[in-house]
């Protein structure tokens, strides 16, 4: 984890260690070993202020930009680390030897539209997606640029690895769409997969944005911990704990109805019954069979586990995939715990992206794009695939890595009402700075929100009441059919 400096493209002492051990992220602890508190990622203190007069305020905008039919559904593909703009998707072969890298451009569906050698499946389906080579910002740092990747809007705390996440931080985008179009039918409406991205490195840990926010915990969303590829593998959501049984569970929640009873009417009704809906939708969750047949992957066929990938990102975009046809509006799939800095290549970066990275990328992406299609589904889902930031041109010499560099990247969108087949903006010669139409985090944030269907003047309240715009860039209007 570097900082460099725009003007001499030097890094600073802070690096990037090896990831060398992983993180528990996800209890096994059943959530109605608590009172059903704990899989939902929510305590009592915020299923209580679910039940404010502000929280349960309604949502007010007047967007000119609503579009007529929106995506009803959004797989947000976060490539944690920051992937290399030279050598996926923006690859420079007349720049000179220690900038260009090894790898080679190959020509793909869509004419004139290049893309990494190594990309093979995805070649086959650009004429699905529009590649944006001008995302740009200037904070080299994981944390608050990852905040901005996520939620669209700057980090509390700029250009900080030191800051962990914080009720001062913007909802997740899924959040937000957990807040404005909760599923109805017991499903969450917000699921991360399979972790909260993390960085060892940096002080502050966990990315911030990453949660409901300002919204409230109760907009954090479900997490599927552990690998979804493992035989073993089933939601944690799912597990009860050894001495609870499903009927003492139903037992449980009939105790817990008949105290809502006798309690209605008291002084603290209204808080009492944002309790009982948190407590309802994780009870759905343990005991509904349609809710619990969505997380299942043993009834995807062989042949389709086999076309995303028996591996952890495969999977878990398969996952992606199964939830929002079920109809969960938002899913996040962040690039997992790889033991290795995922896309944070620092050294060696020629043979992680080559050996490592882009290979399950490459196949998870188009089978996602390809079974999406084949299923009727892509115009209404949103696909989207980026990074925090990029790579510094500049290919260190000693250990064949690149160095963190915001100032120009690219990331992807597809389906969902967004323009396949073009690319949108273009770099300098280096792929350093963008040359043509820039893009902030912020309008690519507004940009999905736009395409979800959500107004982006929307003002919602957070647990005080205080009001806060839910986008703050432009709607990029050309990606759009």
Not at 45 to 68: E, I, K, P, Q, Y
Not at 312 to 324: F, K
Request: hydrophobic share 35%; proline share 7%; charged share 20%.
């Amino acid at each position: 984890m570097s900082r460099t400096n725009r003007s001499t493209g030097q890094r600073n002492s802070l690096g990037c260690q090896d990831f060398l051990s992983s993180r528990r992220l996800l209890s096994r602890r059943s959530l109605l070993h608590a009172g059903m508190i704990g899989t939902l990622g929510v305590t009592t203190a915020d299923w209580l202020d679910l039940g404010s007069a502000a929280a349960r305020a309604s949502a007010a905008g007047t967007d000119s930009l609503v579009r007529s039919r929106p995506a009803k559904a959004c797989i947000f593909l976060f490539m944690w680390g920051g992937p290399s703009q030279l050598d996926t998707f923006d690859l420079k072969p007349n720049a000179p030897q220690e900038v260009r890298g090894p790898f080679k451009p190959i020509a793909t569906r869509v004419p004139g539209m290049q893309i990494c050698e190594h990309f093979t499946k995805l070649a086959q389906h650009t004429d699905k997606i529009a590649l944006i080579r001008s995302l740009t910002h200037d904070d080299p740092a994981h944390l608050s640029s990852g905040h901005a990747t996520v939620t669209g809007q700057p980090a509390p705390v700029l250009k900080s690895d030191d800051t962990p996440p914080s009720d001062k931080d913007s909802p997740h985008i899924g959040a937000l769409v957990s807040r404005v179009r909760p599923c109805q039918n017991g499903l969450p409406s917000f699921v991360t997969l399979p972790w909260k991205a993390y960085h060892p490195a940096a002080p502050g840990g966990e990315a911030p944005g990453q949660h409901g926010g300002w919204l409230g915990a109760s907009h954090d969303g479900l997490l599927l911990g552990g690998d979804p590829n493992a035989a073993q593998w089933k939601p944690a959501a799912f597990s009860l704990p050894a001495d609870m049984t499903l009927q003492r569970l139903e037992s449980r929640f009939e105790l817990l109805k008949s105290f809502d009873q006798y309690r209605a009417g008291s002084a603290d009704s209204v808080e009492v019954a944002g309790l009982r809906d948190h407590q309802k939708r994780a009870y759905e969750l343990l005991t509904s069979a349609g809710v619990r047949s969505a997380f299942d992957l043993a009834q995807e066929p062989d042949a389709i586990r086999e076309r995303y990938g028996r591996n952890i990102h495969g999977q878990s975009v398969l996952m992606a995939r199964r939830l929002i046809e079920h109809g969960v509006p938002m899913v996040s799939v962040n690039w997992h715990n790889d033991g290795k800095n995922f896309w944070d290549t620092h050294g060696d970066n020629f043979n992680r992206l080559k050996n490592d990275l882009i290979p399950p990328s490459d196949q998870a992406l188009s089978a996602l794009l390809e079974d999406l299609e084949a299923r009727g589904m892509l115009e209404e889902t949103l696909v989207v695939w980026v990074g925090e930031f990029g790579r510094r041109p500049q290919i260190t010499a000693s250990n064949a890595g690149r160095e963190h560099w915001p100032f120009c990247y690219s990331g992807l969108m597809a389906g969902g009402g967004i323009r396949g087949g073009v690319i949108h903006g273009a770099s300098d010669a280096t792929a350093a700075y963008p040359e043509v139409d820039p893009v902030s985090p912020q309008d690519f944030g507004t940009t999905i929100l736009h395409a979800l269907g959500l107004p982006t003047d929307m003002v919602l309240p957070d647990r005080e009441g205080r009001p806060h715009q839910i986008a703050s860039g432009k709607v990029i209007q050309s990606l759009f059919t």
